[in-house]
C-alpha cells in the first residue's frame, strides 16, 4: 500500500511519512499538486493526504484537477501545528485514515480523459438482462466509466450495458466498488470496458 502525501513544508511531509511507516506502508512525497496526476497515473495508491498550504498556493486548475482525481481515494487535508497535525476531512486522526486506506484496493487514475457525462442504461450481471438495472454514467472515459448502482457487487464481475437510446450492448469488468450506506462517496462500480465493445 502506498499514500501519496503533498506537503509544501518538509518537516511536516517528514512527520506524516515517518508515522506512516511506523504503521508499516509506505508513502510517495511530493510537494506540488502539479505532480500529482502523473503519479496517479503510474503507481497504484491507496490514499491521498494534501497540505492546506499546498492546495492554496496552487493554480485554480491543478486545484480542479486535483479536487476531481481525489474523490476516488480516500483522502483528506492535512496542516502542522507545530507538533501536531490537523486532519481535515473523515477521518478524525492520522490512524483512522491509514486504517481507511488499508481498506482500499490500490489503483491508477485512468490514462485517457474523464468526462462528467450522465447517460442512461440498463446494467445487467448476466448477458440476457435477466435481472437489470436501470441506472446512469457519473463520468465516462475511452476506457471505462463509473456508474451509480446500490447494488453488491465484486471486483472481477461481468457486467453487461444496454444504453437507452439505442440496443448496443457494452461489456466490461468491475474494477471497484463502493457500497451503498457509505455517506463520504458515492454508491456504484468502476468499469473496465472489454476492447472489444
Request: one cysteine or more.
Amino acid at each position: 500500500m502506498k499514500i501519496v502525501i503533498v506537503i509544501r513544508d518538509n518537516e511536516t511531509r517528514r512527520m506524516i511519512a515517518e508515522a506512516i511507516a511506523s504503521a508499516g506502508e509506505e508513502t510517495i512525497n511530493l510537494t506540488s499538486l502539479a505532480d500529482l496526476p502523473e503519479v496517479l497515473r503510474t503507481v497504484p495508491v491507496s490514499g491521498i493526504m494534501v497540505g492546506v498550504v499546498a492546495a492554496t498556493k496552487a493554480a485554480a486548475a491543478e486545484k480542479q484537477q486535483t479536487h476531481e482525481m481525489i474523490q476516488f481515494y480516500p483522502h483528506v487535508r492535512i496542516k502542522g501545528i507545530g507538533s501536531e497535525l490537523a486532519i481535515l476531512g473523515n477521518a478524525s486522526t492520522l490512524k483512522e485514515f491509514i486504517n481507511e486506506c488499508q481498506q482500499f484496493q490500490p489503483r491508477t487514475i485512468r490514462k485517457s480523459e474523464r468526462r462528467i457525462r450522465h447517460i442512461a442504461f440498463l446494467l445487467s450481471a448476466d448477458e440476457h438482462f435477466a435481472d437489470q438495472e436501470k441506472t446512469v454514467t457519473m463520468n465516462i472515459s475511452e476506457g471505462g466509466c463509473f456508474v451509480y448502482s446500490t447494488r453488491t457487487w465484486q471486483v472481477g464481475d461481468r457486467v453487461w450495458l444496454k444504453f437507452a437510446d439505442n440496443e448496443r450492448v457494452v461489456t466490461g469488468t468491475v474494477r471497484w466498488w463502493q457500497p451503498w450506506g457509505n455517506n463520504k462517496r458515492i454508491p456504484g462500480i468502476g468499469i473496465c470496458f472489454d476492447a472489444a465493445s
